[in-house]
């Protein structure tokens, strides 16, 4: 069962999610997030989602600590050891080495993210 999660923000619609207001629309346009019922996200999980996917053409700056943060609220996180973690989320598997610099700013990193979070049904 999918429940609907509306959030605002400058991003489009992606993945087949229904628009409330024009894209167009700028920043403060709401939009609709297919979301499981089981996993309604807070203020701040909706933002740091938000913000992984809104910019493909260069990487989003995810805090580490904020990415651990929104994988623990949908998923869960193993830490292996020497810095890589295995993200679980809705039956999907991965592994990520942690940043050096305590932030997610490479743009492979993030595109491997976003592959990760989609391929998890987890996309805004």
Known sequence: MVTRIGVTGPWRAMN??????????GPGAHYIVDMPTHRLLSTEHQQTLIAIFRHHDAPPRIEWADLLHLIEGIGSVHDKGHGVYQFIVNGEHHEFKRPHHDALTNADESAELREFLKRAKMTP
């Open 16 to 25: 087949g999610a229904t628009s409330l207001a024009n894209p167009a629309a």
